[in-house]
């Protein structure tokens, strides 16, 4: 089975940056594809960022990320990253990792392995 541990989360000031870290254990890290989804109160959960396997491939919800964010992995280290700089309120939500053993998909249904989220909070 496959274990998604993540860290990093907390309170941040807009404008400020975050990394957050997501450990993967069982599986073959380096075989699956890595994304990050958000979901803030009241709202679905939606697509932020992804990378494939080797990491030659991204993909970014541009309207969300808009050039602040870099999603990168560590087949080493068996981790993938997410890291948020300029910090607006709107990025407000819980932050999951999921991963799934096949290319770069965009819908949360796509993803059978989740981490137990963390939670974000930018103040203005």
């Known amino acids: 089975q496959v274990q998604l541990l993540q860290s990093g989360g907390g309170l941040v000031q807009a404008g400020d940056s975050l990394r957050l870290s997501c450990a993967v254990s069982?599986?073959?890290?380096?075989?699956?594809?890595m994304a990050w989804f958000r979901q803030a109160p009241g709202k679905e959960r939606e697509f932020v960022a992804a990378?494939?396997?080797?990491?030659?491939?991204?993909?970014y919800a541009d309207s969300i990320v808009k050039g602040r964010f870099s999603v990168s992995r560590d087949n080493d280290k068996s981790a993938a990253y997410l890291q948020m700089n300029s910090h607006e309120p709107e990025d407000t939500a819980i932050y999951y990792c999921?991963?799934?053993?096949?290319?770069?998909?965009?819908?949360?249904?796509?993803?059978?392995?989740w981490g137990q989220g963390t939670q974000v909070t930018v103040s203005s």
């Open positions: 999921a991963a799934r053993k096949a290319t770069i998909q965009t819908l949360p249904g796509s993803y059978e392995n």
């Open positions: 069982g599986g073959t890290f380096s075989r699956y594809a």
């Open positions: 990378i494939n396997w080797s990491g030659g491939s991204t993909e």
